[in-house]
């Protein structure tokens, strides 16, 4: 409840800074090309040292004025790298018990291939000033992931000491400990710092933190989400619930993002900030807490199953142990999410509960029907022709191994005109022009898709006869 009452109390002095903030990095990132252009000279040819351009820095951390590098990261391992789709920040820091950051690597690299490699960078910020311990975490990432490191794909940079200002007689807010507050609130200025060296080398930064697992192929997943917006208002995309961990902003977004943090850094955790900064930017100071909850979903949206575990016991704030688990994470264990090409989803069959074909499409859940007829339909219109390479489709899960579907058939609709004499199809075209080009076995469907269709504009599955059991789809794959 106290909590509560101070959210409340800071809302209308959040609401009432907004717009200086915003003025002020319209500012700063007008003039951030030229910086960023004249940094990425001096990480090539001179000092290997990319500064951190947010003007105002100076202003919220005045302790930086007396130390001139104090904002230019030490770049450990790096090669410069910009220009590339998503930025991933892996902030860590030194751990009493167990460290879990190289198993964290291995799992976010595993599945990602030198294509994806190539479109993106991740950068590793070692949050600590012991040159011992972070040459030491160094080396072991440098022995571990030689190829990461050498393709430019991995980098490694720390903080220069001067960065930190005095932690030790912070004010103690909302119960928290001595230890508690000096933990979040160096929290906030890591993060802050990452975000900032971060900003111009790419379009998107995701925020791990260094004990995550990830999911196979969340990098495509990822992806396909931004692009699935129809909207353009979003702030952050959420790709787990817990913490910091799995969001995703827009590169250009991070500087107004920071100031916010670093004009409060000393009050609030960094999750607490970001739900602020989402209720000043929509939320209207004489409405209600149900009307700011509707606002800020359009602002924070939320992908399903979460991509990102928390892996960690012994957490990185000294004696504390915590058994944090995304619940949404295994759900994916009785469906599996692919990232499918933007379409337009619907059938004809009777959708049970929340389980409906979009979100099955997009990988968030399994679709879920009562029994089919004959004639019933699901049916996938892309938003543009595609050559679409194969298909699978997967009926039935481990709880519910009989809702399969059974005498169905997958169709495709082509772009083009075919000649079905020459192509040899006469005898799979439909009545309303479609092509049959698979069939469920076995509650599965998979198979390739003949150059000879060209463009695909649909693809629709057709069931043939009526059945007792319910459908359900446990996976959805359309590969282009």
């Known amino acids: 409840m106290y909590a509560e009452k101070e959210n409340k109390k800071r809302s209308h002095e959040l609401y009432n800074v907004l717009n200086e903030i915003i003025q002020i990095i319209g500012v700063t990132t007008a003039s951030s090309v030229n910086v960023t252009a004249s940094m990425k000279q001096k990480v090539f040819n001179h000092t290997n040292k990319l500064p951190l351009h947010l003007t105002n820095i100076h202003y919220y951390l005045p302790h930086l004025q007396k130390h001139e590098n104090s904002i230019h990261p030490n770049v450990l391992i790096g090669h410069g790298k910009t220009g590339v789709s998503i930025v991933m920040g892996i902030p860590t820091v030194r751990r009493e018990k167990k460290n879990y950051l190289i198993t964290t690597l291995k799992s976010l690299f595993f599945g990602m291939s030198e294509m994806q490699k190539n479109n993106c960078v991740a950068i590793v910020f070692i949050a600590e000033v012991d040159s011992e311990y972070t040459n030491s975490i160094t080396e072991s990432i440098r022995s571990n992931f030689p190829e990461e490191v050498g393709s430019g794909f991995l980098e490694v940079i720390t903080p220069p000491a001067s960065y930190y200002p005095e932690l030790s007689n912070l004010k103690q807010t909302f119960g928290d400990s001595k230890e508690r507050v000096r933990w979040r609130t160096k929290q906030i200025l890591d993060y802050s710092f990452l975000m900032l060296y971060a900003q111009p080398k790419g379009?998107?930064?995701?925020?791990?933190?260094?004990?995550?697992?990830?999911?196979?192929?969340?990098?495509?997943?990822?992806?396909?989400?931004?692009?699935?917006?129809?909207?353009?208002?979003?702030?952050?995309?959420?790709f787990s619930h817990l913490g910091f961990i799995g969001k995703l902003f827009r590169c250009r977004d991070l500087p107004l993002i920071v100031e916010f943090f670093l004009m409060f850094y000393q009050d609030k955790p960094i999750d607490w900030l970001l739900d602020h900064l989402l209720s000043v930017k929509v939320c209207h100071p004489e409405k209600d807490a149900k009307h700011c909850d509707r606002q800020k979903v359009t602002l924070r949206i939320r992908y399903k199953p979460s991509l990102f575990q928390h892996i960690g016991i012994h957490s990185s704030l000294t004696g504390k142990i915590q058994f944090l688990k995304d619940k949404d994470f295994s759900k994916s264990l009785l469906f599996k999410a692919h990232a499918n090409p933007?379409?337009?989803?619907?059938?004809?069959?009777?959708?049970?509960?929340?389980?409906?074909?979009?979100?099955?499409?997009?990988?968030?859940?399994?679709?879920?029907?009562?029994?089919?007829?004959?004639?019933?339909?699901?049916?996938?219109?892309?938003?543009?022709?595609?050559?679409?390479?194969?298909?699978?489709?997967?009926?039935?899960?481990?709880?519910?191994?009989?809702?399969?579907?059974?005498?169905?058939?997958?169709?495709?609709?082509?772009?083009?005109?075919?000649?079905?004499?020459?192509?040899?199809?006469?005898?799979?075209?439909?009545?309303?022009?479609?092509?049959?080009?698979?069939?469920?076995?076995?509650?599965?469907?998979?198979?390739?898709?003949?150059?000879?269709?060209?463009?695909?504009?649909?693809?629709?599955?057709?069931?043939?006869?009526?059945?007792?059991?319910?459908?359900?789809?446990?996976e959805i794959f359309i590969m282009i």
Not at 207 to 212: P, T
Not at 225 to 236: A, G, H, N, P, T
Not at 412 to 418: A, E, L, Q
Request: with cysteine.
């Open 203 to 238: 379009k998107f930064y995701l925020q791990l933190e260094d004990d995550v697992e990830a999911k196979p192929e969340y990098i495509e997943i990822i992806k396909d989400f931004i692009e699935q917006q129809k909207s353009q208002e979003w702030l952050v995309l959420e």
């Open 342 to 474: 933007p379409a337009e989803v619907s059938t004809s069959l009777k959708v049970f509960q929340h389980f409906n074909l979009l979100r099955a499409y997009r990988g968030v859940d399994c679709f879920w029907a009562f029994a089919p007829v004959a004639g019933d339909y699901i049916l996938f219109q892309f938003w543009r022709p595609l050559n679409i390479k194969s298909y699978l489709f997967r009926s039935g899960n481990p709880a519910h191994p009989g809702d399969v579907l059974t005498d169905t058939t997958v169709d495709v609709f082509p772009d083009d005109k075919i000649d079905i004499q020459s192509a040899g199809l006469q005898n799979v075209k439909t009545s309303d022009g479609y092509f049959e080009i698979g069939t469920f076995e076995k509650g599965k469907a998979e198979g390739t898709i003949s150059p000879v269709f060209g463009r695909i504009r649909a693809l629709r599955l057709s069931i043939h006869s009526t059945s007792t059991m319910w459908v359900l789809l446990s």
